[in-house]
């Protein structure tokens, strides 16, 4: 049950030139685009092991981005596409960086009022960087996802994070009945998200420590996760739409709460 997916044999040296291909390698994992590099950049968490910056974008970033210690390579088009993915909008900027150190479910929600978000196999690394980046807009404590059926974090997952990634802990847990068990040990109510339930999320009693649970994109949430939940919500959507992206869905859902726990 640990954070960040790491693959076997990561060594903290400088990969070579063609490595990676902007997903999870044995040397680190490449990030691309201005807001996830800089929010790695500043995290002291994250180790940095080579940074490229395109001519263009090296003149306009701020002096005080790139830390002394580590420079940078100056790359052009050929560089960037021998390390990242076809077609990756990287801004002129792209990093090789360490996996985040482990989190665990236990090591967070000590406040008296949290929201967590748990994830029951949602497959589409675009859909959790968004929830990501939605988590910390509305200061939720982290975001837990299966270790099976999810994907690993990758440039294109922080790309769409857009930094929040570097900020909300996204822990990953092999069995997601035990973890929402642990969870309602520790004084929270896991809250399932389907569009069939009667009331909606607005208009629940709710405890001050929530842990909102969302359903794959396809599928919604398995019969066993259903039935761990402490009780059903929906959002009050117009009845000309069936369903709601899970990312947009999840928006709406920890803006909700974090208006109504405050």
């Known amino acids: 049950m640990s954070a960040h997916k790491k693959k076997p044999g990561l060594k903290e040296n400088i990969p070579p030139h063609g490595k990676a291909a902007g997903k999870n390698s044995q040397n680190g994992i490449w990030l691309y685009g201005y807001h996830a590099v800089n929010a790695a950049l500043k995290n002291p968490r994250r180790k940095i092991f080579r940074l490229l910056l395109s001519k263009e974008t090296a003149q306009e970033l701020p002096p005080d981005l790139i830390p002394a210690q580590i420079g940078y390579e100056s790359a052009g088009r050929a560089e960037f596409e021998q390390v990242l993915p076809k077609g990756a909008v990287h801004q002129g900027i792209a990093a090789c960086v360490s996996p985040l150190p482990d989190v ?36 939720a404590d982290a975001v837990i996802t299966t270790q099976k059926n999810a994907p690993e974090v990758t440039g294109a997952m922080a790309k769409s994070a857009s930094g929040a990634l570097e900020l909300v802990p996204l822990i990953f847990v092999s069995n997601l009945a035990r973890t929402m068990q642990t969870l309602k040990d520790r004084g929270y109510w896991c809250v399932g998200m389907d569009g069939s339930a009667k009331e909606t999320l607005r208009d629940a009693a709710l405890p001050r420590k929530v842990a909102l649970v969302m359903g794959s994109e396809g599928y919604g949430l398995r019969r066993l996760t259903a039935q761990n939940c402490d009780f059903m919500v929906r959002l009050p959507i117009s009845k000309q739409v069936e369903s709601l992206n899970v990312s947009n869905a999840a928006a709406i859902a920890l803006y909700d709460l974090k208006y109504k726990l405050r």
């Open 104 to 139: 665990y479910e236990t090591d967070i929600g000590s406040k008296d009022t949290s929201v967590i978000v748990i994830l029951d196999q949602v497959t589409d690394p675009h859909n959790i960087g968004a929830i990501l980046r939605s988590a910390a807009a509305f200061d």
